[in-house]
């Protein structure tokens, strides 16, 4: 779902150690000191900003709160972190992350010089990248100057699994979702008590962040359920039947629910989202998913909102890839988290499911 990320994101944000050891990380830059011993890279370097951050925040668990940040993960000896933020807020940033070397300030001309010198090599070298998708031209440029000519830049992502099954430790964290459900039953009592579409979706957000989510992302309809949009300020306009998407990030995993009420075309929705959940299982063929829910719903059209498709994997990005439609030609992964929605215009049913060896479990 395509939403605006705030400026500033105000979550709650500590390492769990306890749920979330450091042994866990082990296992994890395990499978980045086998990309470098396969490719011969010296390090892989890590962006991630604000929007788009799912591999550094897998990798060492930091996640940016303010424009960007970087992991220098070395194939040999400690890695670094770079942040993007003031002084005053690195006593906070050192918490979130297992990683020892994290710092602040550079300057573009050579900012990176030092942080990147004991990559340079005798002759010429490669550097595995990730999430440079997302980097700014000029940050980029930065770090050119810093490597000069002598080192390229290979990117990491297409070598790494397309899907990882979540470990026991991650499944648990994941499926811990209770501010997403205090979140969607705070809007649905908002607008039931007369609240405008924009206001209850807020007392939704409120809700989330008091039950300490990291992150909302929200959507909310104001012309009765046939398209979605971020706020425009209206917080006193209120369209029936009521439909909106809440995003909820906990633990640095996302869950996500659409709030439909008031609907003649609900009960539709939800008989087709149980069809897409009876044909869920490890191994099924997402197209099939995709058709059984669809065999449902008809001879109604699948809402726009949607893309074309009634669910995809959902983790430490609000989109993983395993895409559930028409032209998929994937299974169904056990280990991994689905979101499925399913509706038309006006109405949308959704679920999270954790799917599993033994079968699917909606959370």
Known sequence: MHTVHPAIIIGSYNWDEDRLPRDEFSLRRAELDA?????????ILIHADAREHGDLAYYTNFIPRLRWAMALVPRHGEPRLLVSMSARDMPAMKLMTWIGDVRTGWDWAGGFDT????????????????GFD????????????????????DDAAPFLPRERPLRPREMS??????????AAAAIAAAWRDGKGNEAAL????????????????????LDGGRTLAPFAGRFEARTEPFLAYIAVKSAGFWAETFVALSSPL????????????AALAPGAEAARVYAAAMASLAPLSLHPVLSGRVGRRIGFSLDEGGAIDAASAGRIEPGSLYALHVGAAGAI??????VGKGGAEIL
């Open 202 to 221: 807020l007392a939704g957000e409120r809700a989330a962040r008091a039950a300490a989510a990291q992150d909302v992302r929200t959507l909310v309809s």
């Open 266 to 277: 609900l009960l539709r929705a939800e008989a087709a989202l149980d069809a897409a959940l």
């Open 349 to 354: 049913a959704s679920a999270m499911v954790a």
């Open 173 to 182: 964290l994941a499926r811990d979702m209770g501010a997403l459900a205090v």
């Open 115 to 130: 942080w990147l010198a004991a990559l340079q090599p005798e002759g010429e070298a490669a550097l595995g990248t990730l």
């Open 35 to 43: 990309l470098m011993d396969a490719h011969g890279w010296k390090a």
């Open 134 to 153: 997302f980097i700014s031209v000029d940050l980029y440029r930065a770090v050119e100057r810093s490597l000069g000519n002598r080192i390229r830049f």
